[in-house]
């Protein structure tokens, strides 16, 4: 019995200390953390009533700082370095510190971090930032040493990004002269009800991350205006009054779950008021989320996949408003008013900004080639991103299958003629297989 109790005691001796000088576990980050606090930041952009261009530039930003994060200290799989690929991307190999840091907890600091810097309501992310560091310290017991260093690395990285950012012509834009539309017939006109000037005319001016140029993959030629009955244009007007005229349930509900205006004018007698709703990027960033989470991803893998469609949609709307204010198009709307019928309206609102190409098409068909690449041709999903909005969600069998009911939704909402959303499609789908093939996406 002696001999046994010494042996216990022994045990003990060797065994206790170990367990008590246990490191405390990492931040337990996964695919659904970093899915929630993303939508953080597109809940302050829709606050902010953020434009579908200026949401996407957002997001790649964002994105790209928690890449860093990953690819600096925890490198994955298909994890790439972006310098070289990305035009004039910095490098971030310097900035690795002497402390130790938790990647995971840093990979959502910085996430916030960015938004912060970057959005214009960001500091309504300062309480979601703070919220993150209290988690960290009280239910995860990070150490005080590791968090300090992770929220430096953060804001070191983000500093660098906010710097690369400030150079891709985004500032100067709002110091660009106004827009004036044209007065030769064809050319895009304001619509109703708001009649507002043209949204973002200078935005193929913005250094795009991947592609060469703004007009790099330039659409074919919209079909030649014309204001008489018979011709090829007269025929797409036609399709756009015949078709809103005689609308399914079905057609009316995918015109409105793809609506996605950031900022729906309504009026009511003379009362007029804004509803505020997700941008088209803020849509497919919704659907990259529920996809990751569906498939369980890592960490890791999640923030490539987010920051991969982020860097697509950016470049994907540089290259779509390119064409928009070079053909400068004029919208349904304004010419089945002057040609057709003077009291028509569509049932989507008209964007302000001119017709061709059709940016859902060229976004949606973009992001849905990535997506493809990454979960394969025939996964289905479920997408619930508008149902916060008051829609219910929908099932698609394919990213291809939802990017075609997105454009398609174009038509039925009356706001974009047939050849802008299949020439559109053309283009979105060119610029993805551009990405996959510069970026070697396995």
Aim: one cysteine or more; aromatic letters at 12%; proline letters at 7%.
């Amino acid at each position: 019995m002696m001999q046994r109790f010494i042996g216990l005691i022994f045990f003990y001796m060797l065994v206790v200390p170990a367990v008590a000088q246990k490191q405390p576990p990492a931040y337990p980050a996964n695919a659904a953390a970093y899915v929630q606090t993303l939508k953080k930041l597109t809940d302050v952009m829709v606050g902010d009533v953020t434009g579908p261009c200026a949401a996407a530039r957002y997001y790649a930003y964002a994105n790209l700082a928690a890449y860093e994060i990953v690819y600096q200290q925890a490198p994955a799989a298909h994890y790439l370095p972006l310098k070289g690929l990305l035009k004039d991307y910095p490098d971030f190999s310097s900035l690795s510190g002497r402390q130790p840091i938790d990647a995971q907890f840093t990979c959502l600091y910085a996430l916030l971090r960015m938004g912060e810097e970057l959005l214009p309501s960001g500091y309504l992310l300062e309480e979601p930032r703070n919220q993150l560091v209290r988690d960290a310290q009280k239910r995860y017991r990070l150490g005080e040493a590791t968090l300090q260093a992770s929220r430096a690395y953060a804001d070191s990285v983000v500093k660098r990004l906010v710097k690369y950012a400030a150079k891709d012509g985004y500032v100067q834009t709002s110091g660009y002269m106004r827009y004036t539309p044209v007065k030769e017939g064809g050319g895009w006109k304001p619509t109703p009800p708001a009649y507002s000037e043209a949204y973002e005319p200078h935005w193929s001016t913005l250094r795009p991350f991947l592609l060469d140029s703004a007009a790099q993959f330039r659409p074919l030629p919209p079909v030649a205006y014309s204001e008489q009955a018979g011709t090829p244009f007269y025929q797409l007007a036609r399709e756009v009054y015949d078709t809103t005229r005689a609308l399914s349930p079905q057609q009316t509900d995918i015109a409105n779950y793809w609506d996605c205006n950031p900022f729906f004018l309504n009026q009511k007698g003379h009362i007029s008021f804004g509803t505020k709703k997700i941008s088209p990027g803020g849509h497919w960033m919704g659907i990259t989320g529920i996809v990751c989470t569906q498939k369980k991803l890592s960490l890791a893998e999640t923030v490539r996949w987010h920051t991969l469609v982020g860097l697509t949609m950016s470049d994907a709307f540089i290259s779509c408003w390119s064409e928009k204010y070079r053909s400068n198009r004029i919208r349904p709307e304004t010419y089945i008013n002057e040609h057709l019928d003077r009291s028509w309206r569509p049932l989507l609102q008209t964007p302000p900004f001119p017709e061709y190409t059709s940016g859902h098409s060229v976004v949606s068909a973009s992001v849905a080639a990535v997506l493809t690449q990454l979960a394969g041709d025939a996964f289905s999903f479920t997408d619930t991103s508008e149902m916060e909005f008051g829609l219910p969600a929908r099932t698609f069998r394919s990213f291809r299958q939802a990017a075609q009911e997105a454009a398609i939704s174009r038509l039925y909402g009356g706001i974009h003629f047939r050849d802008a959303i299949e020439n559109g499609m053309v283009q979105g789908e060119r610029i993805g297989q551009y990405v996959i093939q510069k970026l070697a996406l396995p």
